[in-house]
């Protein structure tokens, strides 16, 4: 079973001589892939040593790119990668919020150094299609602030029936950034859901969230504009953020749900941000 957070004994900053004295330390277990996950627990931890040619490492801010697919001698993408093992192991931690060690790779391929640099959390993901022409998946994880973006957690991994004190784990919040643009946004909505109609009613006022339809932030650059912005209740905007469903020129919704969103007169969508979306979600599939 894996361990999700910080390794008992194990400082950030902490240097290992080699893979195998990672994987003794409990920090990153697998002797090759640079991805410590799979599919039913999610990722742990994850090895960045600029083995592909499309990450990007801006220390607190990681742009990483999944596994498979790539020759270890010339770096260069050979072939699709799949959602599959490590990379869904991703997938998952960014769905459940769990913390993800990083270990960064330092020195020459035969003579290389690792130290632990603390906790992140999985951003975003999505497929794209890498510079060597080949389907990857890629992520964006940002270093965790114990202080501030976190909860700890007690319930995640109590085996059932013991008595054992429950670990305590970090488990990071899905977080919402309100801008004004967004703010107008939702208002012109009536903070109804454009995609289901929901509308959240609540005292003090109903919720619903802006959800910037091409990503804000590195890579994706997207706009805080409110043509590049959906009105959404939380549900629509986890499944859209997740490419479990996208929208056509038209409006129609594809994927997940049915039918078409609403639009309003006063807030024109544009249609090359929805096509940006519409690429990453059929690559995704
Ligand atoms: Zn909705």
């Given at each position: 079973m894996k361990v999700f957070g910080e390794i008992e004994g194990v400082d950030v900053g902490s240097v290992f001589a080699s893979r195998?004295?990672?994987g003794r330390a409990g920090v990153h277990a697998p002797?090759?892939?640079?991805?410590?996950?799979?599919?039913?627990e999610g990722a742990d931890s994850i090895v960045v040593s600029g083995g592909y040619e499309d990450d990007k490492d801006y220390g607190d801010f990681i742009i990483y790119t999944g596994q498979g697919g790539n020759d270890p001698n010339t770096k260069k993408q050979i072939a699709d990668q799949e959602l599959t093992r490590g990379n869904m192991g991703l997938v998952v931690s960014y769905n459940r919020g769990l913390p993800v060690r990083v270990i960064r790779g330092f020195g020459p391929n035969l003579n290389r150094t690792y130290q632990y640099d603390g906790l992140y959390s999985v951003e975003r993901w999505w497929?794209?299609?890498?510079r060597s022409g080949f389907r990857i998946f890629r992520y964006t994880l940002r270093k965790l602030d114990p202080l501030s973006n976190t909860i700890p957690q007690g319930d995640i991994t109590i085996p059932e029936?013991?008595?054992e004190p429950p670990r305590i784990e970090t488990k990071t919040v899905?977080?919402?950034?309100?801008?004004?643009?967004?703010?107008a946004t939702k208002a012109i909505h009536n903070y109804t859901c454009q995609t289901c109609s929901t509308r959240l009613e609540r005292p003090g006022g109903a919720y619903a969230e802006g959800a910037h339809i091409q990503p804000l932030g590195r890579p994706h650059n997207g706009p805080d504009t409110s043509?590049?912005?959906?009105?959404?209740?939380?549900?629509?905007?986890?499944?859209?953020?997740?490419?479990a469903f996208s929208i056509a020129d038209d409006g129609s919704l594809m994927g997940q749900l049915q039918g078409k969103i609403t639009e309003h007169r006063k807030h024109q969508i544009n249609r090359k941000?929805?096509?940006?979306?519409?690429?990453?979600?059929?690559?995704?599939?």
């Open positions: 195998q004295e990672l002797p090759m892939a640079g991805i410590s996950g799979n599919p039913k497929a794209d299609t890498g029936g013991t008595s899905r977080i919402i950034r309100d801008t004004a643009v967004s703010e043509d590049n912005i959906l009105c959404l209740c939380p549900n629509c905007h986890v499944l859209f953020d997740g490419w941000y929805l096509a940006y979306h519409r690429e990453h979600y059929l690559k995704a599939k």
